[in-house]
């Protein structure tokens, strides 16, 4: 949940501020009518935004993986033969995260992120592409009437 709400925060901060550098350039005075973003900046940006917030979450997307995987290796572990009990469930994702760390060092934090980014950024770019050209299509539709 947290992914999607970064996400679309950064892109409309972005959009916010490349519109009012674009409103800045074409003048205060004259016509109104809002402005939109071109594909390619759409494209771009929802690139930008969706890369910065998978950084931020994966350390933590990674976290629920890898809670998941132990509880299914000890409830395993506990069926096949219960007294030979090797390892232990995480004891929480800051318990999870901390070992994670003391095994593999900082980047271990975000090991196999660029499949992540590979799966998620290109999808992210042309929903963004789409999102301005639907908001051109009702932007033209209310000024015609």
């Given at each position: 949940?947290?992914?999607?709400?970064?996400?679309?925060?950064?892109?409309?901060?972005?959009?916010?501020?490349?519109?009012?550098?674009?409103?800045?350039?074409?003048?205060?005075?004259?016509?109104?009518?809002?402005?939109?973003?071109?594909?390619m900046?759409?494209?771009?940006?929802?690139?930008?935004?969706?890369?910065?917030?998978?950084?931020?979450?994966?350390?933590?997307?990674?976290?629920?993986?890898?809670?998941?995987?132990?509880k299914?290796?000890?409830?395993?572990?506990?069926?096949?033969?219960?007294?030979?009990?090797?390892?232990?469930?995480?004891?929480?994702?800051?318990?999870?995260?901390?070992?994670?760390?003391?095994?593999?060092?900082?980047?271990?934090?975000?090991?196999?992120?660029?499949?992540?980014?590979?799966?998620t950024?290109?999808?992210?770019?042309?929903?963004?592409?789409?999102?301005?050209?639907?908001?051109?299509?009702?932007?033209?539709?209310?000024?015609?009437?």
């Amino acid at each position: 949940v947290s992914n999607p709400a970064i996400q679309y925060f950064l892109y409309e901060q972005i959009r916010v501020w490349i519109l009012g550098i674009k409103n800045r350039r074409r003048g205060s005075g004259g016509a109104g009518g809002s402005m939109q973003l071109t594909a390619m900046e759409a494209f771009v940006f929802g690139a930008l935004s969706k890369t910065v917030a998978t950084v931020i979450t994966y350390p933590l997307q990674l976290g629920q993986v890898l809670i998941r995987l132990r509880k299914n290796e000890v409830k395993d572990l506990e069926q096949a033969d219960p007294s030979s009990m090797e390892i232990e469930e995480y004891n929480g994702m800051a318990d999870c995260l901390y070992q994670q760390y003391t095994r593999g060092g900082f980047s271990s934090l975000f090991q196999g992120m660029s499949s992540k980014l590979v799966q998620t950024v290109g999808q992210a770019s042309f929903i963004f592409v789409t999102y301005e050209q639907m908001l051109a299509l009702v932007a033209k539709v209310i000024e015609s009437r």
